[in-house]
């Protein structure tokens, strides 16, 4: 499972569910984590730090997708866009968004 940490967990959680249609699963109050389903992948939770401070670091977390087209349409205006889709040099097809702490969110299939 990858956690990542964020400075709001309520407004983490409005993005992750209301925005980019994240399942929430467990929450575990004592550490402010919330753990999300999306699509089959592998485990994917967040974590509140209150004091914390993102640099630009290059990080990533990719997501495979069924229908990543119809998902681009669906989100492309609500979220901070770093790359639109297109294919990638190594053959998928692929775009890249930012959270609202900054965090870069890969989602990648095929295209159609």
Do not use: C, H
Not at 82 to 97: D, H, L, M, N, V
């Amino acid at each position: 499972m990858v956690t990542i940490a964020v400075k709001s967990l309520d407004r983490a959680r409005e993005f992750y569910e209301k925005t980019l249609g994240f399942t929430p699963g467990v929450f575990y109050e004592p550490t402010r984590w919330q753990s999300y389903a999306f699509e089959g992948n592998s485990g994917f939770g967040i974590i509140e730090k209150k004091d914390l401070k993102r640099e630009n670091t290059g990080d990533i977390i990719n997501f495979r997708m069924e229908k990543i087209e119809e998902y681009w349409q669906a989100i492309k205006g609500k979220v901070e866009v770093e790359s639109a889709p297109g294919r990638t040099p190594w053959g998928s097809y692929k775009f890249i968004i930012k959270d609202p702490d900054g965090f870069r969110l890969g989602f990648l299939g095929k295209e159609s």
